[in-house]
């Protein structure tokens, strides 16, 4: 009997550390199927936060692989224009250098025309200083001339009154007079003075290349550098020239215009503009 109690007593409590272990164990387990539920449910929410984490990546996507093609469009239109800007670029450089070119060409005939103007206008000057050599030349063999002239008048005039006294010797003193005449080689016949007109002068010549004359009026008709001349022919006005050379006897003078060349001749009068 005793031995049986203790047998009781030892499965109960058996009984009651099997039941105190199963307690334990099924706590143990609710705990790890709570844990693995939550797990689960975490898990569950993650890959729903993933797949609007991967629905929001994929529009991202969409959206740039459309930024990219976009930017594939201007980027091919950007390299279009850059092409276009390159061949406008290149055009204008070839252009520009064109132009140089064509502008030193023009520099280089302005220089040439320039240099045979001024050629020109030295050779005029240098022939118009040796028409006024010539000319003061001429005069000075005029004055000689009508210096002769004037002393054999005055033989004449003392042959004339030696006349009165003496007839003979009047006769010898006159053909001695014309015999010096004609040994001094000077016909008086053929000196003719025919000054012109006060103020009023002539066109000498004209250069048509370099729109240039020269009129025989001078310093001592008072013209100066500068000076305006109008031309005529007859009655005629033709235009105005502007004094540019003055020398004692003549002058050079470029056409104020519109008057030009073409419409003046040799002999044509001028007159100092008032």
């Keep these: 009997m005793k031995q049986l109690g ?10 009651i550390v ?4 199963l307690v334990s164990l099924l706590g143990i387990a609710g ?10 449910q975490a898990a569950e929410n993650m890959v729903v936060q993933l797949r609007a984490v991967e629905a929001k990546l994929n529009e991202d996507l969409k959206n740039a692989q459309e930024q990219i093609v976009l930017l594939e469009g201007k980027k091919k239109d950007a390299e279009a224009t850059i092409e276009d800007l390159q ?20 520099q280089d005939n302005l220089e040439k025309e320039v240099q045979a103007k001024e050629d020109i206008r030295s050779r005029l000057t240098q022939d118009l200083q040796a028409a006024q050599d010539k000319y003061n030349s001429i005069k000075s063999e005029l004055d000689k001339a009508l210096a002769r002239n004037k002393e054999l008048e005055n033989a004449k005039l003392a042959v004339a009154a030696q006349m009165d ?3 003979s010797m009047a006769v010898e003193q006159s053909a001695a007079g014309d015999m010096t005449a004609n040994d001094s080689g000077i016909d008086l016949e053929k000196i003719i003075v025919n000054p012109a007109p006060k103020g009023r002068g002539k066109i000498i010549s004209v250069d048509s290349d370099t729109d240039f004359v020269i009129v025989s009026l001078g310093e001592k008709d008072g013209v100066v550098k500068g000076s305006l001349l109008s031309v005529f022919r007859g009655n005629d ?4 020239i502007k004094v540019s050379r003055v020398l004692a006897e003549m002058s050079a003078a470029d056409f104020v215009p519109p008057f030009k060349s073409q419409s003046v001749k040799k002999d044509d009068q001028v007159v100092p503009k008032k």
């Design 18 to 21: 099997f039941v105190v272990l």
């Design 6 to 15: 203790k047998s009781g007593k030892a499965l109960t409590f058996i009984l």
């Design 87 to 106: 061949r406008d670029v290149d055009f204008e450089k070839g252009a520009k250098e064109e132009l140089k070119k064509q502008n030193q060409v023009f």
């Design 31 to 40: 705990f790890h199927l709570l844990k693995e539920i939550d797990k689960s």
């Design 165 to 167: 006294n003496a007839p």
């Design 237 to 240: 006005y033709l235009g105005d």
